[in-house]
């Protein structure tokens, strides 16, 4: 038997997978956590693959090995190789001056969409990038190389061979606002005009390139950013929308075309397999339900039991989830929002059933932006820690519309990069196939009044600033 290994290094913690290669069957797994914040050592995510590593029995038998990392983090290394300061995280909102500035500066949004398919927001590399220029003048000036997280891992899997060893892959470079995926190429005007000169970047590598060796001797992917590689490890096709609730709420599709969104709300960026993954990204998905239930002093479970004992759309209590602040709509400053609090709303049933619909209303927004570029919807697939969720299983075809997949629990970043471990050893144009995984389907009358009503409680925090 044949093993691959596939890592998800996320913002709450590192997942190792090892697969058999052919069959694409779980033969072992280990985890470990990450440190909160919204910036973070790179050193507690190698410390935190190296335990997850050896939780999962190793890879000292393992064939490849590839990495899926948060998207956007900048990951900064002096001209030794060493971590400058630590990492800003994709939901770190320090640059949103930055980003403000950076679009006006090149004219606008269509602008930016026309470079390089997305406008900047906080999230993005190239706009941290410019707050690190204007706020750390001398972490600036030792800044020799700057990296995602996925690729400092997987240099760091190879024994940290030197910066002209750094590789990404066209999946994780679209997110950072300086490679554009339509022309396959970085954008080092657009690097300077942010940094005011340009540092050593990855080179980035195609769907199956070998990075070079672990010290394992592993063979080395190329690594992908995570939502890339869950809609690989999910096997999604052109027309599929993969929406994932974790810390961050995604809705993403497969295309055969880039996107170029001169709103911003749809974030052009490339996929793992040489295609392109259109995509709207919250800030705030499953941990909105982690606050709800803790407000209401009751577990995961119960809070779903709640939320489905009250009518849809709570009586008219609408709950806006903008926890920590929000990316899209772009409202870094923003709070969360309760509106139509009355003697009748006011209990636990219609709170917890709010804040469910406030979740999935966001996402919603996000499917319909996606769609409007002209992205056929074929299906929908509910993964993520969120879709454990039983009100959001139930809740989300009523939402959202359309019927609901929802396969079983996975760690389909994790198994994304396995299978491009897979596609290393084997070679060839397309990913191997794995068997699909058997999915559960929801389905349920829309009720487009309560996103109506949300839009109305949305559209009143529109003017909160900092």
Not at 96 to 119: H, K, M, P, S, Y
Not at 248 to 268: C, I, K, R
Request: with cysteine.
């Amino acid at each position: 038997m044949t093993l691959v290994a596939g890592v998800d290094s996320s913002t709450q913690s590192c997942k190792v997978v090892v697969r058999d290669a052919d069959s694409g069957a779980l033969v072992r797994e280990g985890r470990a956590p990450h440190p909160e914040g919204t910036e973070v050592d790179p050193a507690a995510w190698e410390a935190a693959l190296g335990t997850a590593i050896a939780e999962a029995g190793g890879l000292d038998d393992v064939a490849a090995v590839a990495v899926g990392g948060q998207q956007h983090g900048m990951v900064c290394l002096d001209a030794d190789g060493a971590v400058v300061r630590p990492a800003l995280l994709w939901n770190d909102t320090r640059s949103a001056q930055a980003a403000t500035d950076l679009t006006a500066e090149l004219g606008g949004g269509q602008a930016w969409a026309d470079a390089v398919g997305l406008v900047p927001v906080a999230s993005f590399t190239v706009t941290k990038l410019r707050w690190l220029a204007e706020h750390e003048p001398d972490n600036a000036d030792r800044t020799a190389a700057v990296c995602l997280p996925h690729d400092w891992l997987t240099w760091v899997l190879a024994g940290r061979p030197g910066l002209d060893a750094l590789v990404t892959d066209r999946g994780d470079a679209s997110g950072t606002g300086y490679w554009s995926p339509a022309e396959e190429a970085y954008r080092p005007d657009l690097l300077r005009r942010a940094f005011g000169r340009t540092p050593v970047l990855p080179r980035v590598l195609g769907p199956a390139e070998r990075a070079g060796t672990a010290t394992t001797g592993a063979a080395l992917g190329p690594g992908t950013g995570d939502n890339a590689a869950a809609a690989l490890g999910i096997n999604a096709e052109p027309g599929d929308v993969v929406l994932s609730i974790g810390t961050s709420g995604v809705v993403s599709t497969v295309s055969t075309t880039p996107s170029a969104d001169p709103s911003g709300t749809v974030a052009g960026f490339a996929d793992a397999t040489g295609n392109f993954l259109p995509l709207v990204v919250t800030l705030n998905a499953a941990r909105v339900l982690d606050a709800t239930a803790r407000l209401l002093g009751v577990d995961h479970e119960q809070l779903s039991r709640l939320a489905l004992s009250a009518p849809a759309g709570a009586g008219g209590l609408v709950l806006v989830p903008y926890l920590e602040g929000e990316r899209t709509p772009d409202r870094p400053w923003s709070t969360g929002a309760v509106h139509g609090l009355t003697l009748g709303t006011a209990d636990p049933a219609h709170l917890a059933r709010a804040a469910v619909e406030g979740l999935l209303c966001g996402l919603a927004d996000g499917l319909e932006a996606i769609a409007a570029q002209g992205n056929p919807v074929r299906r929908v697939l509910l993964v993520g820690g969120g879709a454990r969720s039983e009100a959001v299983r139930r809740l989300a075809p009523a939402v959202l519309g359309v019927p609901v997949l929802v396969p079983p629990p996975g760690e389909y970043v994790a198994d994304g990069a396995a299978r491009q471990a897979a596609w290393v050893l084997a070679g060839g144009d397309t990913a191997p196939v794995w068997p699909a995984t058997s999915t559960e389907t929801f389905e349920a009358d829309p009720v487009p009044f309560v996103r109506e009503r949300y839009a109305e409680v949305r559209d009143l925090t529109a003017g909160r600033a900092r």
